[in-house]
Structures are given as C-alpha cells and as structure tokens.
C-alpha cells in the first residue's frame, strides 16, 4: 500500500485561461510556498491527462489534489480520483480537491465561493476549509464517467461541441461561448426521448434541451438546475420540451434570475438518480459533462453513497 503524503499534488494545465496560465500560476505558486503549502507540481501535454495524472496520484498515495485550470480541469481530475476510487475500492472521502481558477470559463467554483483571483484562492487553500461535495457517477452503453458540475443533451451539448471546437482550432476569446449559443439557438433539432427520475418514467416525447446538475452554475452564470446543491444529496434537472422559439425565448431570463423551476413550459426534477433513453437511433444524441462531451445516448445519472472533499469559501 502506497504511503499517504502530504504535498498537494498540484496538476496545471499551460493552456487554460488563453494562454495566461504560467502569468497567473507562477505567483500563486510562490505565494502558497511562503504560506508553507506543500505542493508537487506537474503539467499537462494533452487532453485526458488531467484524469491520468490524478489517477496515477491517487495510486502513489496522495490524497491532496490542487488543479490549475478551468471547468475542464477539475472535471477531469474528478474523473482520474473517482474512477481509481471505484476499481480500487477506496473510498472518495480520503481524497481532498480543489481548483486554482485560470480556465476561461469556471462554473464549478461558485457553487463553493471561490473567487477567480488565483491569490486569495491559495490563502483559501493554506486555511483548509472543505465541504462534503455529492458523488454523481454517469453511465454510457459502453463507459462509465463522473460528473463535478452539471452536464447537457441536445441545445448544452451541441453548445459545447462548438466552443470546445473553436478551442482547439487556437481561439480564446470571451464571445466564443456566445456565438456558438446564438448559432444553436436557431439550428438545433429536437429528439425524442424517455426521461426518468428515480425510475418513474416522468416525459415522453421530443425535446430541444435537457440539463442535469449537482451544481447549478453554466456558461459563466446561467443557472439553468437552479435549486442544485453540490451537497445536498439530490440531482436536479430540467427537461425544455419541443416548442416555438418564440415561446421559448421569454424563458430564457429565468437562467439568469434563478427561476427555471417555476416556469410552466420547463419541466423541473429533482431526485437520486436520472435515465434517459433515446427512442430512436437519430435520437442518440451526444452527453457533455463539465463541458467536455463524454458519450452518447442512452445515459444514467446516478448520485452515489459517496462524498469527496472540496475547497470551500463558505
């Protein structure tokens, strides 16, 4: 058995935050040693390794992971620890993660108060103070992945799809996200689907949208899961059923004011475990998870009797 050490294995991502990573990390870095904060640091060098990275410190028996990055990051690092934890048979409670905000878009720290200035993180991060975060296991036909956030069918995934695109062909601008929210908002097509919350068939029909969540923060604000709490032990997620544009976009400021649950053309769930089942081969749609697209339809979301510690500025 691997010894339990006591650096915070720190795994940064050069390419987070269009390029001004090592500008924002190198002081933060400096500032955690003065404060006498332990830390190993590596890098990544491609997609994925993030998640290889955090399994492989797992094995050599760390237990303190720091990610440096974005959504993107801490998602992956979720998947290295959890996954190891499942076929290790470890339980996740021994592992304590946290984020160093440099990624062009980070939802997950606001479900937790920790504020984008990579400073006054590392003092958050040299006080200690954590919370019991839900573990939410996602299930495809043919793999099995972790969700830290919130994740999307339909509209969120094909969102996603294109940013994460326009990422790698090297843009890094803000409007990315909006362009590629208003070109959806327009060409998305509608599948049809089977959605059930704690096995009790709840929808059927088509639909243009559905996003589930264990947090509730998106797209740099949105609040789509609006009553998500990362530690509340309940999944939240709306189902947006096949209607007009026209009546569609007089919804949309409730994203933005915390109030997607009391609409009447947005069907809102909570509970412990979602499935959804496509009713037809073109209805296979693709899955994002933290902003990373992950599998295709048909999909479990299922919360674990599990928790993780997370940073929090609570």
């Known amino acids: ?168 062909q090297g843009k890094r601008k803000a409007r990315i996200y909006l362009h590629a929210l208003l070109n959806n908002l327009f060409t998305i097509k509608p599948f049809n689907v089977e959605f059930y919350t704690d096995d009790t068939l709840v929808y059927k029909g088509p639909v243009l949208d559905i996003a589930f969540g264990n947090g509730s923060y998106c797209g740099g604000g949105m609040q789509q899961c609006c009553l998500a709490d990362p530690t509340d032990g309940i999944l939240d997620a709306i189902i947006v059923p096949k209607i007009a544009i026209s009546k569609l976009l007089p919804e949309l400021p409730r994203i933005y004011n915390k109030s997607v649950n009391e609409s009447k053309r947005i069907i809102y769930q909570r509970g412990k475990k979602f499935k959804i089942i496509p009713l037809n081969k073109a209805s296979e749609d693709i899955v994002e998870l933290d902003g990373e697209i992950e599998g295709r339809l048909p999909v479990e979301i299922e919360l674990l009797p599990y928790h993780i510690n997370v940073l929090s500025n609570k």
């Open 1 to 168: 058995m691997a010894i339990k050490r006591k650096e915070w294995y720190t795994i940064v991502n050069p390419h987070a935050g269009s390029g001004k990573t090592m500008s924002k990390w190198v002081p933060a870095e400096e500032h955690l040693k003065k404060l006498g904060v332990p830390i190993h640091t590596v890098y990544t060098t491609h997609k994925h390794h993030a998640a290889e990275l955090a399994a492989a410190a797992a094995r050599m028996g760390y237990r303190k992971i720091l990610a440096v990055g974005g959504d993107g990051s801490i998602h992956e690092v979720f998947e290295g620890v959890l996954s190891w934890c499942e076929s290790s048979g470890v339980n996740p409670q021994e592992f304590y993660l946290a984020l160093v905000p440099i990624g062009s878009g980070n939802d997950w720290i606001k479900s937790f108060n920790i504020p984008r200035d990579t400073i006054k993180t590392a003092d958050i991060l040299a006080k200690g103070h954590f919370v019991q975060e839900d573990v939410v296991r996602v299930k495809f036909a043919d793999s099995v992945s972790y969700m830290a956030n919130i994740g999307g069918i339909g509209f969120d995934s094909h969102v996603c799809e294109k940013v994460n695109f326009s990422k790698e």
